[in-house]
């Protein structure tokens, strides 16, 4: 697993939510940082999910990319005690992901709950932050919708998808 980027969700609750980031997880191999009361990799529906996909899979899913912590601010601290910057998630303000360079450097993403988004208290301790645009303003893009978005794009610059930086 390489380590020069990783996901961090503060509270999932919703199963499909969960397996969906687990998938794109185990495709990218991105290690997943879960924080708050969430539910868990292995609970029943979550594995209901992850068995259905199970044919398209080429060897039986592995799920050891997942940790858990309680205390959403200890595990930022351990992250940057690793060199990590750590780079929020917003809806409505802050640079473009598309115009913010993340090829260098360690990166986490956080993402907060679908319903209320990073507090201002835990957005209070970002090394910065990023938004997706959207042509036609909606409140928020789905973790379904925008955690591969966001993946891919720093995958990209990275050069992790056969293309160096700046070749289109």
């Excluded at 020069?4 to 794109?24: G, M, N, S, Y």
């Excluded at 208290?121 to 959207?134: A, H, T, W, Y």
Aim: hydrophobic share 35%; net charge positive; charged share 25%.
């Amino acid at each position: 697993m390489t380590n020069d980027f990783c996901l961090l969700f503060d509270t999932i609750k919703d199963p499909r939510d969960l397996a969906e980031v687990l998938h794109l997880s185990i495709a990218t191999n991105r290690k997943v940082n879960i924080t708050g009361n969430s539910i868990r990799h292995d609970h029943p529906k979550v594995v209901g999910i992850i068995d259905s996909w199970k044919p398209g899979f080429k060897e039986k899913p592995r799920l050891d990319n997942v940790s858990y912590a309680q205390d959403y601010f200890e595990k930022i601290v351990k992250l940057k005690e690793k060199g990590y910057k750590i780079i929020g998630t917003t809806p409505n303000s802050g640079p473009s992901l598309f115009e913010t360079d993340l090829s260098k450097g360690k990166q986490v993403i956080v993402f907060g709950t679908e319903v209320g988004g990073l507090s201002k208290e835990k957005m209070s301790v970002l090394d910065g932050i990023i938004r997706v645009p959207m042509q036609n303003k909606t409140r928020f893009y789905t973790l379904r919708t925008v955690v591969p978005i966001i993946v891919y794009e720093i995958m990209r610059q990275k050069g992790f998808l056969g293309r160096p930086k700046g070749k289109n």
